[in-house]
């Protein structure tokens, strides 16, 4: 039996277990790096774009207050379920990243896995980066991680893997379609093939990212004095390894500190 979707978004389950094996190295950074770098015993935290919720399955499971939302409405429905099957407790809503609004400041915001690139302009993005700013308390930190493109690197890109997990295989490919450095925008084909015992799922979304360089985010950061950036790390995600800012890093993830 084969089955079509168009969009892996739609299919928040499968798109998390795809990136499963990220989730704990994630989680240990995010607890980390709140008692590194926050005077906060209990500290309440957000996910910006949380998808399939398993980063806040995890963190809800460690005793941690948090908050999270998601512009897809199929994420953010998934993602209630799944707490409430594991009886956790987090707050979840469905929201933009660039016109979000808390109740309450937070200590501490992450966004780890690209989703800041899906802003293309650098209007969105600096709409984000200040509404960051204002869900954080005051010393509060945004750990931000995304790729930046230094200017060597290939044009064209393609990266598979494949993940098992109770009788079920997701490979996911990810593949570079198109690419331009003067509008600073990549088309990404993000495919996903499910393979269970009784049938084959192929779900398959096409993305523009916006593209930055190291010198192109640190004029993005100036415009938002709101926010210092503290330190920068890679997706090895080791706090004792702090990186330099260059053309030559890649994977990053940044520290930004609420003023």
């Not at 978004?9 to 990136?19: E, I, N, Q, S, V």
């Not at 980390?32 to 809800?60: F, M, N, W």
């Amino acid at each position: 039996m084969n089955n079509h979707s168009p969009d892996c978004y739609d299919a928040p389950g499968y798109w998390d277990l795809a990136f499963s094996d990220e989730t704990l190295y994630e989680a240990n950074f995010i607890e980390t790096a709140a008692s590194h770098y926050l005077k906060a015993d209990d500290p309440r935290i957000l996910e910006i774009g949380c998808g399939g919720g398993r980063q806040v399955v995890e963190l809800a499971k460690r005793g941690l207050h948090v908050t999270a939302f998601d512009l897809n409405t199929s994420c953010v429905a998934w993602t209630q379920r799944q707490l409430k099957r594991r009886r956790l407790s987090a707050d979840i809503f469905c929201g933009d990243m660039t016109s979000f609004r808390l109740p309450q400041s937070v200590d501490l915001a992450h966004c780890l896995v690209n989703t800041f690139r899906h802003l293309l302009t650098e209007d969105s993005a600096r709409k984000h980066l200040e509404c960051v700013a204002e869900s954080l308390r005051p010393g509060g930190i945004y750990l931000l991680g995304f790729h930046l493109l230094p200017p060597d690197t290939a044009e064209e890109d393609c990266e598979r893997w494949t993940i098992n997990h109770r009788g079920t295989r997701v490979t996911t490919t990810i593949r570079v379609l198109n690419f331009s450095r003067r509008k600073r925008i990549e088309t990404v084909r993000f495919s996903l093939k499910v393979t269970t015992p009784k049938k084959i799922i192929r779900l398959s979304t096409d993305h523009q990212l916006r593209i930055y360089r190291a010198d192109q985010f640190r004029a993005l950061l100036r415009s938002v004095p709101s926010l210092r950036l503290l330190e920068v790390f890679d997706f090895c995600y080791d706090l004792s390894e702090p990186l330099t800012l260059n053309n030559d890093l890649g994977d990053a993830v940044f520290v930004l500190q609420k003023q």
